[in-house]
């Protein structure tokens, strides 16, 4: 199974601005006093010593996440990362034509859906578009993204071949060579985690939900949902502190997903959905805590914990 990150952001996208950019170029000037700027290899070396928010950025686009089986796509999430997958597809000549795509959506809230109209493989006509949700009425949803007053086409527009499929919480549904399994998670409207096994590996996504009793008795559910993944990637919105402050916006942290990560023997942790308030460095930082919080209470476990960022690929 091969993961690519092409949306993190939650809420709303976070380009960076011109003075976040400024001072990225102002940092990686100052620590390059004494670099021999003729040898490129000396200067690949310095950039990769750099802080993550120095030499990268974790990227402004909302949830879109691809997954590769041997022969199958799937697409997790419609957010604005869609557009440059689409794109991407294209480039590879993964969906010029006749191509089945598989998107599971969450929810259906705009920064989980907002890239569909962009998304170029859905203007080809032989390519089939299959969208699958645990919220009955998803058609109904997509045709008001469509609708006149926010977008200047209808989804009757679009030339490929567009079915919405429903599958229940409780059931398994398989897409190619994946099974297939979702979960409720608490956030306004009800957001779904889905997880996706291919036999020998498993993915877990589980973006836009808030776990307010922390107990082991409560949690147990989403305990036995996520055990024994190879990746879990898990909304990291908000600090611990945010967490109470914020109780009801449908959100968790980084340090929640550690606890789960830690209870259900996960091998990687993806933090995901990232506040669109936080800049590079924050993020740096919140990840940077994460790991000591993780080598504090992990009693010598392994758990790789990874910062969710526009264009990681990940095999599993």
């Known amino acids: 199974m091969k993961v690519t990150f092409w949306g993190v952001r939650g809420s709303l ?51 879109c996440v691809e997954v590769w089986g041997k022969e199958t796509l799937i697409i997790l999430d419609a957010g604005s990362g869609l557009r440059n997958l689409g794109t991407s597809l294209l480039a590879r000549n993964l969906a010029t034509h006749d191509s089945d795509i598989h998107i599971l959506i969450s929810h259906t809230h705009w920064d989980h859906i907002m890239g569909f109209p962009f998304f170029a493989p859905a203007f080809i006509p032989s390519n089939r578009i299959f969208i699958y949700g645990c919220h ?26 567009i079915k919405f499929m429903y599958f229940s919480e409780r059931e398994t549904i ?72 914020k109780e009801g916006w449908g959100h968790s942290s980084s340090l929640v997903g550690v606890d789960f990560a830690l209870k259900s023997n996960i091998e990687r942790l993806a933090l995901y959905h990232h506040e669109p308030s936080y ?36 095999e599993i």
């Open 136 to 161: 009955s009425n998803m058609k109904e949803r997509f045709l008001n993204l469509f609708h006149h007053h926010h977008f200047p086409i209808n989804l009757e527009a679009l030339r490929a071949e």
């Open 13 to 63: 996208p976070a380009p960076l601005s011109n003075q976040e950019i400024r001072e990225k170029i102002k940092t990686a000037l100052k620590g390059a006093r004494g670099l021999d700027l003729s040898n490129d290899q000396e200067i690949d070396n310095y950039v990769e010593e750099l802080r993550l928010c120095n030499r990268t950025t974790v990227g402004g686009n909302t949830s």
């Open 279 to 314: 800049d590079d460095c924050k993020l740096d930082e919140i990840t940077q805590k994460t790991k000591r919080y993780f080598q504090l209470i992990g009693n010598g476990k392994q758990l790789d914990i990874i910062l969710a960022q526009e264009g990681l690929q990940i």
């Open 174 to 245: 398989r897409i190619g060579e994946f099974e297939i399994s979702s979960m409720p998670l608490h956030h306004p409207g009800i957001s779904y985690a889905y997880r996706i096994t291919d036999g020998k590996s498993s993915l877990v996504y589980a973006t836009d939900g808030e776990y307010r009793d922390l107990t082991e008795d409560a949690l147990e559910n989403y305990l036995n949902f996520f055990r024994n993944s190879q990746l879990l990637i898990f909304d990291s919105q908000f600090t611990l502190e945010e967490t109470m402050r």
